[in-house]
């Protein structure tokens, strides 16, 4: 098997991980939560009319009006149960990928498949010339 056909397994291995299940239900009750979306809608149109009033001679009252109220809805946005469980999710899947993708990185470096293991944050010696990257 080469190396792209390992990599397409690998992919099918994550799409099987309850960390990827978990991200695909938390989007999908996302893209179902009518008031979640509204909101969104809401902050894609106060960045529109921030963006519109920036390109001419901007209102700087209209500018912190704008940037108060995407603050707002941003913030109810983000307490949405929905979008609480999506974010977790994505964390998740997030720390999944870079810890996959350290394991990799030591490995095209020379380092031992079997026995390498990245560096977590507590393990962090301070020098970024020896980091795999920050898990």
């Not at 994550?14 to 179902?32: C, G, S, T, W």
């Not at 009252?61 to 469980?85: H, I, P, T, W």
């Amino acid at each position: 098997m080469d190396v792209i056909e390992l990599t397409r397994e690998l992919g099918k291995a994550i799409q099987a991980d309850p960390r990827y299940i978990e991200l695909a239900a938390a989007k999908e009750a996302n893209d179902n939560d009518d008031a979640l979306n509204a909101l969104i809608g809401k902050l894609n149109l106060i960045q529109m009319s921030y963006q519109h009033e920036a390109e001419g001679e901007a209102n700087e009252e209209k500018m912190a009006g704008y940037d108060k109220e995407f603050r707002e809805v941003y913030s109810e946005v983000m307490l949405n149960e929905n979008m609480k469980r999506y974010e977790n999710a994505r964390h998740a899947i997030d720390d999944m990928m870079n810890y996959v993708m350290q394991i990799l990185s030591l490995c095209v470096n020379g380092e031992d498949p079997a026995t390498c293991e990245p560096q977590t944050q507590t393990d962090c010696t301070g020098s970024c010339a020896t980091c795999g990257g920050c898990g």
